[in-house]
Nanobody, 123 residues
Framework: QLQLVESGGGLVQPGGSLRLSCAAS????????IGWFRQAPGKERERVSC????????YYADSAKGRFTISRDSAKNTVLLEMNNLKVEDTAVYYC????????????????WGQGTQVTVSS
C-alpha cells in the first residue's frame, strides 16, 4: 500500500521548535517532489515547503523562509521539516504531500497525501 505517514506535531510555545517527519511506504521518495502544506481553521490549505528528493532543490513559502528547513533522509525514505522560531500564526494541520514533479506539487494534482499532523503554537 502506498502511503505517507507524518509524525512530530504537537503543542509548543511561541519561539519554540518542532520537527515534522514524513515517512513513505510502498514507493521510493527519490523520484518525487515531497513537502508540506498546512491548513489553519477557516483558511485555505497553503504550501509551506518542498524538496526534490532526487536533486535536493528546495522551495519555501515566504512565511517559512529563514525559519523552516526541509531535508531528506534517503536511507530512511523520509523527509523532515525543521521548524524554528514558531509563531502563533503557524498553528495548523500540516500535511505531507508528494508529486512526481514540481509543477504538479505547486499547482496540482498531488499524487499522495498524508493524514495530517496538528501543530499548535500557543503560550
Amino acid at each position: 500500500q502506498l502511503q505517507l505517514v507524518e509524525s512530530g506535531g504537537g503543542l509548543v510555545q511561541p519561539g519554540g521548535s518542532l520537527r515534522l517527519s514524513c515517512a513513505a511506504s510502498g514507493f521510493t521518495l527519490d523520484r518525487y517532489v515531497i513537502g508540506w502544506f498546512r491548513q489553519a481553521p477557516g483558511k485555505e490549505r497553503e504550501r509551506v515547503s518542498c524538496i526534490n528528493s532526487n536533486t535536493g532543490v528546495t522551495y519555501y513559502a515566504d512565511s517559512a523562509k529563514g525559519r523552516f528547513t526541509i531535508s531528506r533522509d534517503s536511507a530512511k525514505n523520509t523527509v523532515l521539516l525543521e521548524m524554528n522560531n514558531l509563531k502563533v500564526e503557524d498553528t495548523a494541520v500540516y500535511y505531507c504531500a508528494a508529486s512526481k514533479d514540481l509543477t504538479r506539487w505547486m499547482s496540482g494534482p498531488i499524487d499522495y497525501w498524508g493524514q495530517g499532523t496538528q501543530v499548535t503554537v500557543s503560550s
